[in-house]
């Protein structure tokens, strides 16, 4: 076997092998000289719990986690439903797993700018977070991308109870956003742990890859959006510095002056 052959071979098995290499392969689709996968996303892909949940800073790759876990699953000939607040966020994660599809030999019989199909029977569908455009489809998998900031009076409540009922028993829903505020089902996962669902953390400051900009924001962004965007605290309402509790700790010794939220 010549030598480029035999690279090209054992290259293919690894990523066969090892869920991180798969990604890097990916990334390089659209970073050609991408050289690792940080560790959260690779916990992220791998993970077999029934509900992840992603509270990742802005441009530390959530979407390619998401895109990777999509095309994952359209090499096992799964069914992909993905949720967006906004029909141009839809587009860029379908862009991306179209990206990452020309690393796999899969054959993609119909693509457009919000639906793929694979010769395999493989679906990724991607739509905005509205009910009525939402219901309908049977999924392996969920992906709801900026949960935090879907649409609706309830925290986003009335787009889940619209897509959970697609899921067949043993799918898998991933659910990723910064944080907005408390007053959301997004919130609620963080501040009111499940033992069913996995969580994951990932400020700004610890990826190293975005040690520089996470100082430029530090300096341009004020204290509380720093928290917010790059911390990935989640603020009483978004916008308050300090959460009301803290505050009456702050003033009170006597009891509460305001009630607890």
């Not at 457009?112 to 991607?126: D, K, M, P, V």
């Not at 889940?160 to 609620?188: C, E, R």
Request: net charge negative.
């Amino acid at each position: 076997m010549p030598f480029d052959a035999l690279h090209d071979w054992c290259s293919l098995i690894e990523r066969d092998l090892d869920p991180g290499a798969e990604m890097l392969h990916f990334l390089r689709q659209e970073v050609p000289t991408a050289t690792q996968v940080d560790p959260w996303q690779v916990e992220a892909i791998t993970s077999n719990a029934q509900t992840v949940a992603l509270l990742v800073c802005r441009q530390a790759g959530k979407s390619c986690v998401l895109a990777t876990r999509g095309v994952r699953e359209l090499k096992r000939g799964g069914t992909i439903i993905c949720v967006a607040p906004a029909e141009r966020q839809t587009r860029e994660i379908t862009r991306k797993v179209q990206a990452y599809l020309r690393a796999t030999d899969l054959v993609v019989e119909r693509a457009t700018q919000t639906e793929i199909e694979c010769s395999n029977g493989g679906r990724f569908i991607a739509v905005p977070a509205s009910g009525a455009t939402i219901r309908g489809y049977t999924a392996d998998l969920l992906l709801v991308d900026e949960m935090a900031y879907l649409p609706g009076e309830n925290g986003g409540e009335d787009v889940v109870v619209s897509i959970l009922p697609m899921l067949k028993d043993n799918g898998q829903t991933f659910y990723a956003s910064t944080p907005a505020g408390k007053h959301n089902l997004f919130a609620s996962l963080f501040l009111e742990p499940k033992d069913s669902v996995h969580r994951i953390k990932v400020p700004g400051t610890s990826i190293p890859r975005l040690a520089h900009r996470v100082e430029r924001l530090r300096e341009q962004l004020s204290a509380t959006r720093f928290r917010q965007e790059v911390m990935c605290e989640f603020l009483s309402d978004g916008l308050s510095y300090f959460d009301l509790s803290t505050i009456e700790n702050a003033t009170s010794q006597e009891g509460a002056i305001c009630p607890r939220f």
